[in-house]
């Protein structure tokens, strides 16, 4: 039998290599998507999708947008990650009706929205665990669960920093079951006990209320921080964002397809 000449196996050991290299967020079988600090996204809750923006995830409305849509932009190379409310009632959604009235507390300050009792897992977990099936066969990669941090607001209950870490638990374990990344949303002061629950952290204004440094423990970790800030002009938040390896975005309250990155 003929030996292949010693350069055509350099070449072929060379392809193989770079075919099995890990890649910036690379995943074993079975593993899920891990984003790393300073990962670019674009963050679209509102509005006709724009899906020409040149960055690898995008962040959408898990209940607005099909599994053709999250397909699509697989196609084009992004990860995408599925925006739901798992600490607010909404009465706009599909399954509005299933939340009893016993677990609708006090408005959030968003139109049509209730913050919920977390202390009712009983309720919750079915609920919830639905929704994050809906991500799961749509295609998602991750969940970005909203509302995290109602222990610190008026609720209408009286919540507990306990309570919350048990929820906020309980919602990465549901994602994590079913094979998805999940983000913690604000909620800084719980980072330290929670970093380790969650795969990226998603957050609002921390540069307008001097607190991006607090989300050091997940870039220390190696996960991203998909920050945004709707106030401060990007030369007031940039530098900052660079040096703490924040993927921060200028982005309008109503969160449509405009945007200005660092």
């Known amino acids: 039998m003929r030996r292949p000449p010693l350069l055509v196996t350099l070449l072929a050991l060379l392809l193989t290599a770079c075919a099995t290299a890990p890649g910036p967020e690379a995943k074993t079988p079975g593993d899920r998507w891990r984003p790393r600090p300073g990962t670019a996204w674009q963050w679209q809750l509102s509005g006709r999708l724009d899906t020409s923006v040149d960055v690898p995830v995008y962040d959408i409305d898990g209940f607005d947008h099909s599994r053709d849509t999250v397909e699509r932009l697989h196609r084009d190379g992004r990860k995408v990650i599925c925006y739901l409310s798992t600490g607010a009632w909404e009465d706009f ?6 939340f009893p009235k016993s677990v609708i507390g006090r408005g959030n300050g968003w139109e049509g929205e209730r913050w919920l009792d977390i202390r009712r897992t009983d309720v919750l977990e079915p609920i919830m665990a639905e929704r994050i099936d809906m991500c799961r066969d749509k295609g998602f990669d991750a969940v970005e669960p909203d509302n995290m941090d109602g222990y610190r607001n008026r609720t209408g209950f009286p919540l507990t920093a306990g309570d919350q870490l048990r929820y906020n638990r309980l919602v990465a374990r549901l994602a994590h079951e079913r094979g998805l990344a999940v983000g913690l949303k604000n909620d800084l002061d719980q980072i330290p006990q929670l970093v380790d629950d969650f795969d990226f952290a998603v957050n609002e204004q921390c540069a307008q209320y001097g607190e991006c440094a607090r989300l050091t423990p997940f870039v220390e970790a190696g996960k991203a921080v998909f920050h945004a800030e709707y106030e401060l002009p990007t030369d ?10 924040l993927s921060s975005l200028l982005k309008k309250y109503e969160l449509d397809a405009w945007r200005r990155a660092c």
């Open 93 to 98: 959604r599909p399954d509005a009706g299933d």
């Open 236 to 245: 007031r938040f940039c530098a900052e964002s660079r040096r703490l390896e």
